[in-house]
């Protein structure tokens, strides 16, 4: 019933920027926390930075003063700031939230991944 659809992603020269957003529909009874991952190929995905509901936010030593996460709890909507990008950042980009579902179990919902590439 919960759908997280991300839009955003794309080719950017390094140094350049992206935005990448994240919107659930359907149902979230509550949320904790929400965030961002990253897969580059042949490489384990890691997470890049997490945002709990009352904005308290961290990120990977990697991204710090680049990236910023922000989100907008009416909307369902968590976003991804991305500058002074580097051919490393290059990977899928996986957001998700976390919350209680309609039974009051924690669940896990992640979006079907967005591809940043960042060319030299």
């Known amino acids: 019933q919960v759908q997280l659809v991300e839009s955003g992603g794309g080719l950017v020269q390094a140094g350049g920027s992206l935005r990448l957003s994240c919107a659930a529909s359907?149902?979230?009874?509550?949320?904790?926390?929400m965030g961002w991952y990253r897969q580059a190929p042949g490489k384990q995905r890691e997470l890049v930075t997490t945002?709990?509901?009352?904005?308290?936010?961290n990120y990977a030593d990697s991204v710090k003063g680049r990236f910023t996460i922000s989100r907008d709890n009416a909307k369902n909507t968590v976003y991804l700031q991305m500058s002074s990008l580097k051919p490393e950042d290059t990977a899928v980009y996986y957001c998700y939230f976390r919350g209680a579902n309609e039974a009051g179990w924690m669940t896990t919902y992640w979006g079907q991944g967005t591809q940043v590439t960042v060319s030299s």
């Open positions: 359907g149902s979230i009874f509550i949320i904790n926390t």
């Open positions: 945002i709990t509901t009352g904005g308290g936010t």
